[in-house]
Structure formats: structure tokens, C-alpha cells
């Protein structure tokens, strides 16, 4: 009977308030496509800073002397070895087609021999992929008998690494100061919806009804709320998404679509954040009604 109830309740607050309620349904949409949006920014800012970096970590070059059992072996020392996602073998004949396309010169037609390097290019993966451990992969690659030299960029490697981490750092600085400034808008567009049904709130008070029957209502119209809101955010960041898509300006390597994770928080924190907002309102009501 009170499940009932507080449905049939729920669902008449919303019908009687239309207004304020599509009014804290468009605030919610609000709050949400800027938190969606802004974490989008971070993941993708990331992203493009990332692909400053190679394909890969590090080069290994080869004695132009290593024979075919020395370079199969080396592949399988490199494969085992721990961090290591992705390893691709470069002929010395791949090596003089990198730097044709890379410099315009053919350097077949400039010397009589081919004086370029066979070589291993390795990635590691993201949790290895510090400066220490790929140094000392490279040392241990170094003391190997067919390898003739170790390429690695630490510099670079410690610049970008040092850019991300205070892209990390200020994100999580600028994403928490809207999240709060969110919070405080909603709330207060929430509060204007309660306050719209103050007389429904007395009434139902008079007549004796508990905390519980009066609160319940109002908790189901936030969820509802909240749940609206958070479907019309992921509606426009993926309509912002696909209008930079096909504008051509530039590519998105993270949308929306791809991170079901990203959608589920915000529903989550939609339906939180109206659910929670509303029922603080209308316990801050009951005290004048009391």
C-alpha cells in the first residue's frame, strides 16, 4: 500500500510542479554535460599528448654480423621479458623504406649499400612504462650479443610524462570545482521545486502522515529527475562529439560511446545528486511545517 502510494505521489508532484520540475531537470542536464564534458577533455587531452610519443618505447639495433638464430633468439628473450605488450622486428630493408617516407631520400639511390640497421622496436605496457624500468631494460638489452645499440629518449620520455601528470593534477582540481559549483546550482533549482509544493507538503503533514510517507515521494521524483537529466546530458555530449566528428577539425580518440563507464557515472551521480538534493530540501520544509 505505501509502495503504491509513494508512486502515485511521486508521480502527481511531478505532474502538479511541471515547471520547477522541468526547470531542476534542465539545471541537472547542466550540471552533468560539464562534468561529462570535462572529463571527455581530460581523457582526450591525454590522449593527444600520449601520441607525442612514438609507437613505441625503444629501439634495439642489430649487428649488421647477427645471424637469423641470434635475432629469433633476441625476439623471444624480448617477448618474455616482463611489460613488454608489443615488440615488431624492422628488416634493414623496412628501415630504408621508414627513411624514405620520412625524409624523401632514397638511400639505396644515394649509396651502393644499404648501411641502415635491422632493428626491434618494443612497447610496454602502460603499468611498466616508467623511465627506471625501461632504463634497465635497456641495460639488460645492451649486454646481449647481437645488439649493437639501444635508442631511448628519456628525455622526452620524462617531458611528456611530466606534462601529463600535471594535466592529471590540475583536471582533478578544475573537475572538483564544478562538480561543486553543480552541486550548488541543482540544489538550489530543487529547492525552488519543493517550495513550489509546500501546501502538498502541509497538507500531508496534517493529516498525519510520517516522515517517511512525505519524504519517499519527493526521494522518487529526484531519482526520476535525475535519471532525465543524466539521459539528455549523454544525448548532448555525444551530439557535441559527432558535430566535432564530422566537422573535420579534428578527430576524438575518446567518445562517450566507447566508455560505458563514463555514462554509468553519470547516472549515477545524476540520480545521486537530484535524489540526495530533494530530500535534503524537504527536510529543511518539514521544520516549518513541524
Known amino acids: 500500500m505505501n509502495l503504491r502510494y509513494i508512486i502515485r505521489e511521486g508521480f502527481t508532484g511531478i505532474n502538479r510542479a511541471k515547471m520547477p520540475f522541468m ?9 552533468l554535460v560539464l562534468v561529462g564534458s570535462g572529463v571527455l577533455f581530460v581523457d582526450n587531452g591525454l590522449s593527444y599528448i600520449g ?42 630493408d623496412d628501415a630504408a623504406r621508414i627513411f624514405t617516407e620520412e625524409f624523401g631520400e632514397d638511400v639505396l639511390a644515394l649509396l651502393d649499400d644499404n648501411p641502415l640497421p635491422s632493428s626491434f622496436r618494443v612497447t610496454f605496457e602502460e603499468s611498466y612504462r616508467t623511465a ?20 631511448f629518449q628519456k628525455d622526452f620520455f620524462d617531458k611528456v610524462h611530466g606534462i601529463m601528470n600535471s594535466i592529471y593534477f590540475i583536471a582533478a582540481g578544475t573537475i572538483f570545482l564544478i562538480i561543486l ?28 502522515a510520517s516522515d517517511f510517507l512525505v519524504k519517499a515521494p519527493f526521494f522518487l521524483e ?65 521544520r516549518f511545517v513541524s
Open 51 to 92: 601520441n607525442l610519443q612514438s609507437d613505441y618505447d625503444l629501439e634495439i639495433f642489430l649487428s649488421d654480423d647477427s645471424s637469423i638464430e641470434q635475432k629469433q633468439e633476441l625476439g623471444m628473450i624480448i617477448t618474455e621479458y616482463p611489460g613488454i605488450i608489443r615488440m615488431d622486428y624492422l628488416s634493414k
Open 132 to 151: 627506471d624500468y625501461i632504463q634497465a631494460f635497456s641495460m639488460a638489452m645492451s649486454a646481449l650479443d647481437p645488439v649493437d645499440d639501444v635508442k
Open 181 to 208: 559549483s553543480t552541486v550548488f546550482l541543482t540544489a538550489s533549482n530543487l529547492r525552488m521545486m519543493i517550495l513550489g509544493q509546500y501546501e502538498s507538503i502541509r497538507t500531508t503533514r496534517l493529516i498525519g
Open 23 to 31: 526547470n531542476a531537470v534542465f539545471s541537472v542536464t547542466i550540471a
Open 222 to 286: 529526484g531519482a526520476i529527475l535525475g535519471f532525465i537529466g543524466s539521459v539528455f546530458a549523454v544525448l548532448i555530449i555525444a551530439g557535441i562529439e559527432l558535430s566535432i566528428v564530422r566537422s573535420q577539425f579534428f578527430d576524438l580518440p575518446v567518445r562517450i560511446h566507447e566508455y560505458p563507464q563514463v555514462i554509468l557515472g553519470l547516472f549515477i551521480f545524476g540520480v545521486s545528486l537530484s535524489s540526495l538534493g530533494v530530500l535534503k530540501a524537504v527536510r529543511r520544509m518539514l
